[in-house]
Each structure stands twice: as structure tokens, then as C-alpha cells.
């Protein structure tokens, strides 16, 4: 917590303008010209908020920062926010985040900037490749502008999340449709092409409303020197919006690349190849981009992007079954230990230590610790699914449901969250809820791997077996490698009455883990369909041991309600509430 403290001390000197009000760099609040009284502890309520505006700072980080290692009862923060709140209306300038802390809405701003008004919706598709230029280089250089913009400390535009524009976009909807649907007031498209020796990205930008396009930038670059061309777009449009306005600008002008040494060049290319093979989710791929980001960090030790991809990369390997959880943590661990002052340069890693924390360590004070850290990050897919697991894993199914729903009104049309939020809904034991959620999204995404993996396996649990059979059986032919894939087919068979089919998927898996990891998490259910309690228990042993990540959210399954009462199910089940009576003694806070 001594980024937090550093970040009140580097406050407690500023001065803010915020809606009707001037917070002086002595602590005198202003409204007009009439002084509002603040108690100390609410001043540093304030600045605190102030200092992070827009992102999410946790009831931990405000109770570190305003009282230490002092112990206070659970509601001091509520009670300091209540007051601070009173304070400041008519204004409503702090929301209250469900589960997670409080959050500074108002557009907020530096004593002496200019004041602005809300910031515009900007969607940027991903950039289109022309011959002979590689396949991940347009749509990685548009990601990493859209992280650059959503990222900045003085954003200019609100960047819309990156799941849905890009699902809008595969789906051949074009700019300005893309931009009605997730009600952008601007779009940024780009085509990079390849010339003898160089790269030409031209980007244009669309007014939604009208479908005018109200500018166009062209950059030149040599094919060796494309490193950071996105921080040059972004500084760009900085300028542009800044100044108040867009204007048309046509002429290809050379990029100036700041990056001197080429191993750092280098490292940067190999970051953006890395990056777009492990997000295919293909066992392959994700071998493939894991070697790239090794090469990427190796190669420039400050990338920190490659370094945060890299922990990313092996958690999800670790859900989906392509590498052993205690090996994922490992990496995780040595990633994280490799960066001096982690809060401070690279907070994006603590999710990711927080799961290995809570999955791997069973040490849940940790995990709290890391989360709370790191809930003021903004949604992305990888970090919000990581919220949504710990919540999940903790049977705190309220709060995961709504981080989904939080974040689905961020990312619409993200189909891993529309299918998340039916499994929540499933462990929740909403069932009607959960079966409509199924049927929304076999509509919507019907071929995505989400839809597949938890439709299939809530609807042959509910009874629809031929559609999920369907559905399971699309998907392990897809993934042959995806072990949770093939186990829900299985289940989906045993439940339809095939069950000479499903004990013969069941047995192959076995074999194969003679000579490879297989996450055995779904498994249990496909035992419990065929009555063998015996099996079942076998497999929740062996995740269990493995550390598996999906192994506490298995104990709450209602597929696995046969196996309540049974003694070694039970000694499992107690698993958790040591670990919350632990951490509520270490922490000595109210959980």
C-alpha cells in the first residue's frame, strides 16, 4: 500500500477544479467564492478520489491511506464518504461502486488547465492490412492505442471497450453502424499498407451523427521502425482534441520514431505478435505467443505491455486447460518478481497475482490485497474475468453478477461476458435466469466458444440435450486440445442417454493424461450423469491437488448436488470457509 500513501502525499499540494467547486492547493474547498468546511479525514477522502477520477479506489486503499495500520470499524469509510457526499451537493460527484469501493465522476481537472466538457465516445476499429502485411499488425496497432487513450492521466476521449467494437466489425458492420450500435460520438478506422521498405498507416475519422468524415491522418514509416507508431497516433489526436476541434489533415507525414536502440524495436514487434497469437485462445498459438513475449522482455526489460500480456497469457492457459496451474503461478511469480516497485509500474500484473494467491497459495488475505490493489483498473477482458472468477470462486455470486452487468454496459456485445454471466447466473442457482441467458446468447454468439462451453453444459443439465450435444460436439471438434470442451460433450451424451458414447470420451481423457496436463474440472459432472459417485469424487480429488482454477466454483455446481452429504465432498467443501476465516484474522477487517 505505499503507492497509495505516496499517491495522497503527491496530492496533498494539488489544486482541482471539479463541477461547481475549487479544491486550493492548501485544502480550502471552495464553491464560487463561498468556503465548504471539510474535516481532515474527509479532505483526504477527497484528494484521494480526486487524484484517481474515474477509476475505482477500493474501501482498503481509503482506509490505508486515511487511517494506516490504525484499526477502525467497518462503516468509518461509508460514514467519511456519506458526509464528504452531504458536502458537495447539489453536486453528485462520487459513486458508490457495488462491491468494489467509490468512484470520482465528475470530470475533474488540474488548477490552471482549461476546463472541458464531457469527453466524446470514441470506437476504434481495428485497422485493416493491405497486401503482404502481417495479420496482427493493423488490429494490434488499434489495440494498443485504444489501451494508450484508456490509460492516459489526462484522458482526451472515453475509449469504448475493445470485445464489442471488434465483434461489430467482424461481423462486417461499418463505421458508422458500429458507432450507432455502442452510441459513439466518433470513429477511428485505419488501412496500413506496405511499401518498398515502409509501412503507410492512413486513419480517418468519422463523425457517428452524420457519417462525415472529419479527419484523415497519413504516417510514414520504415517497416523496422513501426514500434510506438501508436503513441504517435494517440499524441496526435490529443492535439487535435484538445484544440477543440477536428480538422481535416491529408498529407502523409513521416513518423518519428523515438525509440533508439533496435534490440527495444525489435522486442516491440515481437510484443505485438505475441500479443495477437495468445489472444486466438488455440492451444498452438498460445504456445507460439508465449515464446514472443519471453523473446519481447528479454529483448527490452521496460516493456511492461509484454510482461502483463505474459501473466495473462499463462492464467488463461490455466482455465482453459493447455498448462498446469502451478506452473501458470510460476510464471506469474517470477514475471512479477522481475519488476521493481510492481504497484507502482505494472498494477495490470495483480489480478493475475491475486488468482495465484487464492488458487494456488490458498492464501486469501493475499488475493484480497492484490484485487483491492488493483480495482481501480478500468474493464478489460482479461482483467474483469479475473474479478469475476475470485467473486464466482468465493460463492459471492451477487457480486459477480453485477461486475458482469457493470462491465456489459461498458462491452454490449463481449460474448465471453454474455456467457459468463449465464454460468454465474447457473452457480447462483438461477435457473429459468440462467436457461434464458443460455438462449440470448446461442442467438447472439451462437458459434462462439463461451456459448458452446457454458450453454452446452446448462442446457443438457436442464434438459435440452440435443442442442447441447450440438453445441459440445461443434466446439471439441474445433478445439481437439480444449480438455473442458470434450469433458462437456461427454456430459452432454451421459445426460441424453448416450452413455457408452460418454464413458468412452471419459476413458480417453484418462489416457491422455498419462502423457500430458488435462484439467479434469468438468468431469465430476459427466461422472454424476453416469451414477458413479466414486469416479466423481476421484476427479474433484485430482483438481483439488492440481490447483485447479475452476475446482471451488465445481463444489457449488448444482450438477454436483448428488454428491452433498458425502464425507470426502463435504472436507472439500470446507476448503473455503478456512480460508475466509483465515484471511478475516489476517486482515482484521469485515470481509
Same mark, same amino acid.
Given at each position: 500500500?505505499?503507492?497509495?500513501?505516496?499517491?495522497?502525499?503527491?496530492?496533498?499540494?494539488?489544486?482541482?477544479?471539479? #463541477?461547481?467547486?475549487?479544491?486550493?492547493?492548501?485544502?480550502?474547498?471552495?464553491?464560487?467564492?463561498?468556503?465548504?468546511? =471539510?474535516?481532515?479525514?474527509?479532505?483526504?477522502?477527497? +484528494?484521494?478520489?480526486?487524484?484517481?477520477?474515474?477509476?475505482?479506489?477500493? $474501501? =482498503?486503499?481509503?482506509?490505508?491511506?486515511?487511517?494506516?495500520?490504525?484499526?477502525?470499524?467497518?462503516?468509518?469509510?461509508?460514514?467519511?464518504?456519506?458526509?464528504?457526499?452531504?458536502?458537495?451537493?447539489?453536486?453528485?460527484?462520487?459513486?458508490?461502486?457495488?462491491?468494489?469501493?467509490?468512484?470520482?465522476?465528475?470530470?475533474?481537472?488540474?488548477?490552471?488547465?482549461?476546463?472541458?466538457?464531457?469527453?466524446?465516445?470514441?470506437?476504434?476499429?481495428?485497422?485493416?492490412? #493491405?497486401?503482404?502485411?502481417?495479420?496482427?499488425?493493423?488490429?494490434?496497432?488499434?489495440?494498443?492505442?485504444?489501451?494508450?487513450?484508456?490509460?492516459?492521466?489526462?484522458?482526451?476521449?472515453?475509449?469504448?471497450?475493445?470485445?464489442?467494437?471488434? *465483434?461489430l466489425a467482424q461481423r462486417g458492420q461499418t463505421a458508422q453502424?458500429?458507432?450507432?450500435?455502442?452510441?459513439?460520438?466518433?470513429?477511428?478506422?485505419?488501412?496500413?499498407?506496405?511499401?518498398?521498405?515502409?509501412?503507410?498507416?492512413?486513419?480517418?475519422?468519422?463523425?457517428?451523427?452524420?457519417?462525415?468524415?472529419?479527419? %484523415? !491522418?497519413?504516417?510514414?514509416?520504415?517497416?523496422?521502425?513501426?514500434?510506438?507508431?501508436?503513441?504517435?497516433?494517440?499524441?496526435?489526436?490529443?492535439?487535435?482534441?484538445?484544440?477543440? #476541434?477536428?480538422?481535416?489533415?491529408?498529407?502523409?507525414?513521416?513518423?518519428?520514431?523515438?525509440?533508439? +536502440? $533496435?534490440?527495444?524495436?525489435?522486442?516491440?514487434?515481437?510484443?505485438?505478435? #505475441?500479443?495477437? !497469437?495468445?489472444?486466438?485462445?488455440?492451444?498452438?498459438?498460445?504456445?507460439?505467443?508465449?515464446?514472443?513475449?519471453?523473446?519481447? *522482455?528479454?529483448?527490452?526489460?521496460?516493456?511492461?505491455?509484454?510482461?502483463?500480456?505474459?501473466?495473462n497469457l499463462c492464467v488463461t492457459q490455466a482455465f482453459y486447460?493447455?498448462?498446469?496451474?502451478?506452473?501458470?503461478?510460476?510464471?506469474?511469480?517470477? *514475471?512479477?518478481?522481475?519488476?521493481?516497485?510492481?504497484?507502482?509500474?505494472?498494477?495490470?500484473?495483480?489480478?493475475?497475482?491475486?488468482?495465484?494467491?487464492?488458487?494456488?497459495?490458498?492464501?486469501?488475505?493475499?488475493?484480497?490485497?492484490?484485487?483491492?490493489?488493483?480495482?481501480?483498473?478500468?474493464?478489460?477482458?482479461?482483467?474483469?474475468?479475473?474479478? %469475476?472468477?475470485?467473486?464466482?470462486?468465493?460463492?459471492?455470486?451477487?457480486?459477480?453478477?453485477?461486475l458482469l452487468r457493470e462491465a456489459l454496459d461498458e462491452d454490449?456485445?463481449? $460474448?465471453?461476458?454474455?456467457?459468463?454471466?449465464?454460468?454465474?447466473?447457473?452457480?447462483?442457482?438461477?435457473?429459468?435466469?440462467?436457461?434464458?441467458?443460455?438462449?440470448?446468447?446461442?442467438?447472439?454468439?451462437?458459434?462462439?466458444?463461451?456459448?458452446?462451453?457454458?450453454?452446452?453444459?446448462?442446457?443438457?443439465?436442464?434438459?435440452? *440435450?440435443?442442442?447441447?450435444?450440438?453445441?459440445?460436439?461443434?466446439?471439441?471438434?474445433?478445439?481437439?486440445?480444449?480438455?473442458?470442451?470434450?469433458?462437456?460433450?461427454?456430459?452432454?451424451?451421459?445426460?441424453?442417454?448416450?452413455?457408452?458414447?460418454?464413458?468412452?470420451?471419459?476413458?480417453?481423457?484418462?489416457?491422455?493424461?498419462?502423457?500430458?496436463?488435462?484439467?479434469?474440472?468438468?468431469?465430476?459432472?459427466?461422472?454424476?450423469?453416469? !451414477?458413479?459417485?466414486?469416479?466423481?469424487?476421484?476427479?474433484?480429488?485430482?483438481?483439488?491437488?492440481? +490447483?485447479?482454477?475452476?475446482?471451488?466454483?465445481?463444489?457449488?455446481?448444482?450438477?454436483?448436488?448428488?454428491?452433498?452429504?458425502?464425507?470426502?465432498?463435504?472436507?472439500?467443501?470446507?476448503?473455503?470457509?478456512?480460508?475466509?476465516?483465515?484471511?478475516? +484474522?489476517?486482515?482484521?477487517?469485515?470481509?
Open positions: 500500500m505505499d503507492r497509495l500513501a505516496s499517491t495522497l502525499s503527491d496530492s496533498s499540494h494539488a489544486g482541482f477544479s471539479f #463541477g461547481s467547486f475549487r479544491l486550493e492547493p492548501d485544502g480550502t474547498l471552495l464553491r464560487g467564492e463561498t468556503a465548504v468546511h =471539510l474535516p481532515p479525514k474527509e479532505l483526504a477522502a477527497l +484528494r484521494l478520489l480526486l487524484a484517481h477520477a474515474g477509476r475505482i479506489v477500493s $474501501p =482498503l486503499q481509503l482506509k490505508q491511506a486515511l487511517w494506516g495500520e490504525v484499526h477502525v470499524s467497518a462503516d468509518s469509510i461509508p460514514k467519511c464518504l456519506s458526509s464528504l457526499r452531504s458536502r458537495l451537493e447539489p453536486d453528485e460527484c462520487i459513486q458508490t461502486v457495488y462491491k468494489r469501493g467509490y468512484r470520482f465522476i465528475t470530470a475533474a481537472r488540474p488548477l490552471g488547465e482549461a476546463s472541458t466538457g464531457p469527453l466524446p465516445r470514441l470506437a476504434i476499429m481495428p485497422f485493416a492490412n #493491405g497486401q503482404t502485411v502481417p495479420d496482427h499488425l493493423g488490429p494490434a496497432i488499434a489495440e494498443e492505442m485504444m489501451i494508450r487513450l484508456a490509460n492516459a492521466r489526462y484522458p482526451v476521449a472515453f475509449v469504448l471497450a475493445r470485445d464489442s467494437v471488434f *465483434t453502424q458500429v458507432g450507432r450500435k455502442l452510441g459513439a460520438d466518433l470513429v477511428m478506422t485505419g488501412t496500413l499498407r506496405a511499401l518498398p521498405g515502409s509501412y503507410r498507416l492512413r486513419v480517418e475519422m468519422i463523425r457517428v451523427d452524420d457519417g462525415v468524415q472529419i479527419w %484523415v !491522418e497519413d504516417l510514414l514509416t520504415p517497416q523496422d521502425r513501426i514500434a510506438g507508431i501508436e503513441a504517435e497516433l494517440v499524441r496526435l489526436l490529443a492535439v487535435r482534441l484538445s484544440a477543440g #476541434g477536428l480538422t481535416i489533415h491529408a498529407s502523409a507525414e513521416p513518423f518519428v520514431e523515438r525509440r533508439k +536502440r $533496435p534490440e527495444r524495436k525489435e522486442a516491440y514487434d515481437i510484443f505485438l505478435r #505475441g500479443h495477437h !497469437e495468445w489472444q486466438t485462445l488455440q492451444r498452438h498459438r498460445m504456445q507460439d505467443g508465449l515464446q514472443h513475449l519471453h523473446k519481447a *522482455t528479454e529483448l527490452d526489460s521496460s516493456l511492461i505491455a509484454a510482461r502483463i500480456d505474459l501473466v486447460g493447455f498448462m498446469a496451474p502451478v506452473v501458470a503461478a510460476d510464471h506469474v511469480r517470477r *514475471t512479477a518478481a522481475a519488476i521493481p516497485d510492481l504497484v507502482d509500474r505494472a498494477e495490470g500484473i495483480l489480478p493475475a497475482l491475486g488468482w495465484v494467491h487464492f488458487h494456488v497459495d490458498h492464501d486469501l488475505a493475499k488475493a484480497i490485497q492484490a484485487f483491492s490493489a488493483s480495482s481501480h483498473l478500468t474493464h478489460d477482458a482479461w482483467t474483469t474475468r479475473l474479478r %469475476v472468477m475470485f467473486a464466482l470462486s468465493r460463492r459471492r455470486y451477487e457480486e459477480g453478477i453485477g454490449p456485445f463481449s $460474448p465471453w461476458l454474455h456467457s459468463r454471466l449465464a454460468w454465474a447466473l447457473h452457480l447462483d442457482g438461477q435457473a429459468d435466469a440462467s436457461l434464458e441467458q443460455c438462449h440470448a446468447i446461442v442467438e447472439q454468439f451462437p458459434n462462439h466458444e463461451g456459448t458452446c462451453l457454458y450453454g452446452a453444459a446448462i442446457l443438457a443439465f436442464h434438459g435440452d *440435450t440435443a442442442l447441447a450435444t450440438e453445441l459440445a460436439r461443434d466446439l471439441a471438434q474445433r478445439s481437439p486440445y480444449f480438455d473442458l470442451a470434450t469433458a462437456t460433450h461427454a456430459y452432454a451424451l451421459a445426460c441424453s442417454g448416450q452413455k457408452d458414447e460418454a464413458r468412452a470420451i471419459a476413458e480417453r481423457l484418462q489416457w491422455l493424461s498419462r502423457e500430458r496436463f488435462v484439467i479434469s474440472s468438468f468431469m465430476p459432472a459427466v461422472y454424476v450423469a453416469l !451414477e458413479d459417485e466414486k469416479a466423481a469424487l476421484l476427479e474433484l480429488r485430482a483438481s483439488r491437488d492440481s +490447483r485447479c482454477p475452476w475446482f471451488f466454483q465445481m463444489l457449488a455446481d448444482p450438477r454436483l448436488k448428488p454428491l452433498h452429504g458425502l464425507p470426502e465432498f463435504e472436507q472439500m467443501c470446507a476448503i473455503l470457509p478456512r480460508m475466509e476465516a483465515d484471511a478475516e +484474522r489476517s486482515l482484521g477487517l469485515e470481509l
